[in-house]
């Protein structure tokens, strides 16, 4: 059996749009005590390689393979002289392996899979992602349910053309996560103290 590298405590959050994948990831990382990461990697990426945040964001949201369309895998850990946004990517994938943490997004439970890391999948039922994204909504935000729908099948169709770059693994498959979690008609604070025990049970049967 393997070893886990350096013992680290690394959960992986992939999700559906609209299931509350985000704010469990935020949550779960305060009750364990340790960073949480999502969009805060922009920011680290933009600060220390003196990108543009904006540019760092539009890399980031889209499907690197229209950048890039070659097969290239372990390749991003120590990229040669790349093109500007393989190196964004590179430079995102540096940061999730830096130790303790929740990760959300970013196929970083393919990414960290040298470090045993435990990988969830948040997902709901249609209606119940409908009015996540309804009551977050910019009050002045007029989107019709229509919009919302078809930007929760672009945004996961993204999601699953950006894992498919790095494993044949398919996004979404329950076969291929620790811990699946449907967060229909459920506030997300309400089950932070069930999934942190299971965190804390499952690393520590490592």
């Known amino acids: 059996m393997r ?7 690394i959960v992986t959050i992939s999700r559906e749009f609209g299931s509350g994948g985000r704010e469990l990831g935020k949550r779960l990382a305060d009750a364990l005590g340790v960073p ?18 904006n540019y760092v964001s539009h890399i980031s949201e889209k ?3 229209v950048f890039y369309p070659s097969t290239v895998g372990n390749r991003f850990m120590n990229p040669p002289t790349l093109q500007q946004p393989v190196k964004i990517v590179a430079a995102q994938h540096e940061i999730i392996r830096q130790g303790d943490c929740v990760i959300v997004g970013r196929c970083a439970d393919v990414l960290c899979q040298d470090m045993r890391p435990l990988n969830m999948f948040v997902y709901a039922d249609r209606l119940s992602k409908l009015r996540r994204c309804e ?9 019709s349910e229509k919009e919302i729908y078809r930007r929760m099948k672009q945004i996961d169709k993204e999601r699953a ?3 498919k770059l790095f494993t044949d693994e398919k996004w979404g498959r329950k076969e291929f996560y620790h811990l699946c979690i449907n967060t229909s008609g459920k506030e997300i604070k309400a089950l932070i103290p069930a999934v942190a025990a299971y965190v804390n049970a499952w690393f520590g049967m490592c």
């Open 161 to 163: 053309a950006y894992r």
């Open 3 to 9: 070893k886990r590298v350096l013992s680290m405590k």
């Open 135 to 143: 009551d977050r909504a910019d009050e002045n935000e007029q989107i």
């Open 36 to 53: 949480c990461y999502d969009h805060e990697i922009i920011e680290m990426v933009a600060e220390k390689h003196g990108f543009d945040k």
């Open 63 to 65: 499907d690197i393979r």
